[in-house]
Nanobody
């Protein structure tokens, strides 16, 4: 089992940047694909980005591509989401998650086994 803790959320103006971090404990990330999801009030949890276990491939939702960057440091059991050019529609609770082994769909919440508690990101107009 793993435990995940997100940090780095906050309140920023449109066009600003935030760096979210996800720290793992209980096991390493070295063999696990990791993902970031977000959930706004009254909406379904939606995919943001994912990174393969060895960081050789990354995946992004269309609405964040070119603005967000996912990275990882397996030696430190850390996954980072760098968010630039933030928009008000990016406002949500952001969650870090561990993918289930063998899944081919990195954008579906049902294919992730472990979740953190989330960190709030608020982007003002």
């Amino acid at each position: 089992q793993v435990q995940l803790v997100e940090s780095g959320g906050g309140l920023v103006q449109a066009g600003g940047s935030l760096r979210l971090s996800c720290a793992g404990s209980g096991r390493t990330f070295s063999r696990d694909t990791m993902g970031w999801f977000r959930q706004a009030p009254g909406k379904e949890r939606e995919f943001v980005a994912a990174i393969r276990w060895d960081a050789m491939n990354t995946y992004y939702a269309d609405y964040v591509k070119g603005r967000f960057t996912i990275s990882r440091d397996n030696a430190k059991n850390t996954v980072v989401l760098q968010m630039n050019s933030l928009k008000p529609e990016d406002t949500a609770v952001y969650y870090c998650a561990v993918a289930r082994w063998g899944t081919a769909d990195w954008s579906s919440v049902v294919n992730y086994a472990y979740w953190g508690q989330g960190t709030q990101v608020t982007v003002s107009s």
